[in-house]
């Protein structure tokens, strides 16, 4: 009886306004916290989606450097009986040329988002790898111009056997020659770097 006597003195509106702010308040704490927890997961989200696509992007430049440097030529026939196998093979080695570049403006651009999440540590893993594209890219024009392609008449070419055979060694390459162990050094400096924010 007593119980009874007690819960018919209770103000049952300010209880229930109390009950209400209090609700609120609870409400809006989970909801803070919830909100701060997705923004979390989603910078990690995202880091992970940039440090991923940093890796692979790479390993696509890696391979298309690999495929500039492939001594293999399938040169049309008629093209080389027709005079024209020096511009055919140009030809071929400017659109793997593109290719490549194609693939390092899509690096360089992710380069960029790196460092705005991680800072400038993280774009210099890629200036190793920048200088080798660059470098090789070079070679290549170098190696058409030993070849005569750009000397007019009356200009002669330098293209003594030691120097063609230096832009042999990095024109033509193989999977384990010296130019090829620099590209894979860059490539795990990248790797390194990256796959260390893949795992948290």
Known sequence: MTHCLAFSNIDWSLT???VTIIGTIGA????????????RQ?????????????VLLTYQVRDAMQALRSPMLYLKKEEVEAGRGLEEE?????????RLQQKWAELRVLSLEARVI??????SRFIP??????????EIWLHFWLKGTYAGP????DNNPARVAANDKIVYG???DEFSKRIDVAVDQIEEFFKAHMRG
Not at 118 to 123: D, H, S
Not at 129 to 138: F, G, Q, S, Y
Not at 154 to 157: A, D, E, L, N, R
Request: glycine share 8%; hydrophobic share 40%.
């Open 16 to 18: 229930k306004d109390v």
């Open 28 to 39: 809006l704490v989970l909801g803070a916290v919830g909100l701060t927890t997705w923004r």
């Open 42 to 54: 989603l910078r990690g989200t995202s880091a992970y989606d940039v440090a991923k696509r940093a």
């Open 90 to 98: 140009q030809r071929i080695y400017e659109e793997r040329k593109q």
């Open 118 to 123: 991680w800072g400038e540590k993280a774009e």
């Open 129 to 138: 790898i920048k200088r080798l594209v660059n470098e090789l890219v070079a």
């Open 154 to 157: 009356g200009p002669t070419v």
């Open 174 to 176: 193989t999977s384990d």
